[in-house]
C-alpha cells in the first residue's frame, strides 16, 4: 500500500511539473498581437509591429503536411494585418484562409495532430472569421466607426493570436513559426 502511495504521489508532482511548464511555455504568448490604429474600419487595418512566432516543441511532418498550409495561410494574415488591410483585403484573405482549412483531411489526422494543431487552429480561424463579421457589421451600421470597431477587431484578432501561436507549437507548426 506503501509503494503504491508512493508511486501516486510521483505522478501527481509529475503532473504539477507538467502543468506548471505548460503554464511557462504558454503564457508569453498570450499577448499575440499589439495594440494598433485601425483608422476607418472601411480602409485599414492595425499597423503595430509583428509578434514573434513561437517554434513548436515537436514538428510531426505527416500533420506538418495536413494543417501546415491551413496555418501558414492565417500566419500570412497576422503579417498582413501588421501593414494594413481594407476590409475587402481582409474577406479575401479570410477566403483563402477557408480554402486551405477544407484541404484539411479532418479524418486522417491522428489525435495529436488535431489536438495540439488542428483544433486550436480552427479556434483561431473562427475568431479571425468573427472580427470580419464584426467589421462587416459596423460597416453596414451607420454611425459605427473606426473608434467603435477597433477594440472589438484587436480582441478578436489577439484571442486568434493565442490559438495559432498554440497550434504552431504543435505537431503541426512550422520550425520557422
Keep these: 500500500m506503501i509503494e503504491a502511495r508512493s508511486a501516486l504521489a510521483r505522478y501527481a508532482t509529475a503532473g504539477l511539473l ?54 501558414e495561410a492565417m500566419d500570412d494574415l497576422r503579417e498582413r494585418l501588421v501593414n494594413g488591410l481594407s476590409y475587402e ?22 489525435v495529436d495532430c488535431l489536438v495540439g494543431s488542428g483544433s486550436p487552429g480552427e479556434k483561431a480561424f473562427t475568431r479571425y472569421i468573427d472580427a470580419a463579421n464584426s467589421w462587416g457589421d459596423c460597416i453596414g451600421e451607420e454611425g459605427c466607426d473606426a473608434p467603435t470597431v477597433e477594440p472589438v477587431l484587436q480582441k478578436q484578432w489577439k484571442v486568434a493570436a493565442h490559438f495559432l501561436d498554440e497550434a504552431n507549437r504543435g505537431p503541426g507548426g512550422s520550425s520557422s513559426s
Design 18 to 71: 507538467t502543468a506548471a511548464g505548460a503554464l511557462i511555455i504558454a503564457l508569453p504568448g498570450c499577448g499575440g498581437d499589439s495594440p494598433a490604429q485601425a483608422g476607418d474600419p472601411t480602409i485599414s487595418t492595425p499597423t503595430a509591429k509583428a509578434p514573434a512566432k513561437a517554434a513548436p516543441a515537436t514538428t510531426n511532418p505527416r500533420c506538418r503536411k495536413q494543417v501546415g498550409g491551413f496555418l
Design 89 to 110: 483585403e481582409y474577406v479575401v484573405e479570410i477566403d483563402a484562409i477557408r480554402a486551405s482549412y477544407d484541404e484539411v483531411p479532418v479524418k486522417q489526422l491522428s
